[in-house]
């Protein structure tokens, strides 16, 4: 009875462990690895699993391996280098599909597009080349708009961020950048004359001065007048060394010279300035100058800098009370936690949103600064 079941089952065994053997085209270009779960194409030793259907075989050898039908039936291992060189890069598909392919293209064929395409590919790409006068010129007007001087391009650091962007970048000397900035300036010194040409009504200037840190006086000159709109508009002249002892004289011909160089000496109707004691003999003269010339001229004080005197003097006796105040104002300005406390009480209180000021800035005509 056993052998009779063994043997009435063996048939059932041997038909379910029977597998039907594969007889695609694509099997002969893959080979069975050595672990047995997977198929290895002989042609770029690219593995897929055993389960993989043959149609993606077929669509590997299409995409990677072109024209492979063309070659010969025995591969072998030791020919794979040569058969490689044949096949087009997965990256360098060919323009013309596989099915348009003609049956009779050869293998020589195949191979002499991929050199064709070899040799496109293989030539040494340019790197793109700088404007070094435009690199030059971007730094001239960085150097302007930043009041920053010229020797700075003579700086190593800043050298060697612009060769390491482009190591063919040469900078400019600063002999050369200052004569391109002077030659600037002149350019638009002669657009802002042209400009204040045009002007039919009377202008008024202001006088700012300060010391640098070598003891040398310098003096700005501004403009200001009121266009056809009714809007107040002002541009700076110049911004001139008055030369020792600064004294009313020379401050007056320092002024003179920047208003004749803009041809605006018989157009000035007032004159303005921190109240310095030179600066209050040259405008007194200035007005001599011009009344002999039957053009009228007045003199107004800074009032801003009479009123912050008088202010100084009034709170002399408050000033330790005033520094422990900027002291709370500074801390406040530098901790948030305290400032979004600050903000929360004045809304409690309806005061309003606001900040702090630090410090005022010393020009009359420009706005308050904050820290």
Known sequence: MADMAATSSSPGQEAKTK????????????????????????????????????????????NRHPGYQ???????????????????PRSKKPHVPVRARSHSQTQSQVQDQVQAQAKVHAQPKTKPTVDVDHVNWLLLRW??????????LEDNMLIGSCKYLNASVRLWPKENAQEVIL?????????????????????????????????IVFMSVKCHWIDENWVSQKVLLDVCRVPYPC???????????????????SKILACTHNNNEHAIHACNELEEVLRSRNLPFCYIPWAARTLKTIIEDGLENVKPIL???REFILEINSNPEMMEDFKHWTEIYQEGS??????????????????
């Open 323 to 325: 520094s422990k105040i």
């Open 354 to 371: 606001w900040k702090l000021p630090f410090n005022h800035s010393p020009n009359w005509n420009d706005k308050l600064q904050y820290a």
């Open 183 to 215: 030659e600037v300036f002149r350019s638009m010194k002669e657009d802002v004359k042209a400009s204040l040409q045009c002007i039919n009504s009377r202008l008024s200037v202001t006088l700012d001065f300060w010391t640098s840190y070598e003891k």
């Open 70 to 88: 063309h070659l010969p039936e025995g591969i072998s291992f030791s020919a794979q280098n040569n058969i490689q060189t044949t096949m087009f």
């Open 247 to 265: 004294t009313g004289s020379e401050i007056l011909q320092v002024l003179m010279n920047v208003l004749v160089a803009f041809g605006i000496d």
């Open 143 to 152: 150097l302007i708009s930043s009041s920053l001087p010229p020797s700075i």
């Open 19 to 62: 597998k039907k053997p594969m007889k695609s085209l694509y099997l002969k270009f893959f080979e069975t690895a050595p672990d047995g779960k997977s198929r290895i194409c002989r042609l770029c030793r690219k593995s897929y699993c055993m389960t993989t259907a043959t149609g993606n075989l077929g669509k590997h050898l299409n």
